[in-house]
């Protein structure tokens, strides 16, 4: 005679009944708890920020001015790492010389709320420390900026003098990251 399997049978039927009972309801409540996790800032595009510079500090033939960029939007977001900074002239905006040197480490990522501002160091080196001829001087309107990880350039009216020539020996523009608060 066969040994009975039934209770067997029925003892399975019920052990793998039970987990599959428990399993959806738990899955369900991780599921609400990220769900209820808010999603992390994206970074900022070029159109949620204001740009200004501060006044700063000069010092052996380098002027250093926090260039500031502030939050305009209702929507926090992020800025890591160096922005891109180059003279600009002419009524179409070409660049002069070359575009700032990254001077320094990348820091962390700096997060900005609704209203706040974040910052990053920018060199402008004495004109007057160059050759005249290897510099060609030539007027600028302002600065192209480019946030971080952004491709959109942004304005800032700074009228003064560049070097023209990209192959310069030395660096006309100089930033650092980006850094909390408003700077100097």
């Not at 003892?11 to 987990?19: C, F, G, I, K, L």
């Not at 160091?121 to 600028?140: E, H, L, S, Y």
Request: aromatic content about 4%; glycine content about 12%.
């Amino acid at each position: 005679p066969e040994p009975p399997s039934q209770p067997t049978t029925t003892s399975t039927a019920q052990e793998a009944s039970t987990p599959k009972r428990t399993v959806p309801a738990q899955t369900a409540t991780e599921a609400s708890v990220q769900s209820a996790t808010p999603e992390k800032p994206g970074m900022c595009p070029s159109g949620q920020l204001r740009l200004s510079l501060g006044r700063g500090d000069a010092g052996a033939g380098t002027h250093w001015r926090p260039l500031r960029f502030t939050n305009k939007s209702d929507e926090p977001c992020v800025l890591h790492g160096f922005p891109g900074v180059s003279y600009v002239a002419g009524d179409d905006g070409h660049q002069v010389g070359a575009a700032a040197y990254r001077d320094g480490e990348k820091g962390p990522a700096v997060t900005l709320k609704p209203g706040e501002t974040a910052h990053a160091p920018v060199g402008f080196t004495q004109i007057r420390n160059f050759d005249v001829a290897a510099c060609q001087p030539t007027p600028v309107r302002g600065l192209r900026i480019y946030p971080p990880q952004e491709t959109k350039a942004l304005f800032l009216e700074n009228p003064g003098t560049g070097c023209a020539n990209p192959d310069l020996d030395g660096h006309q523009l100089k930033v650092q990251t980006i850094k909390p608060g408003a700077g100097m």
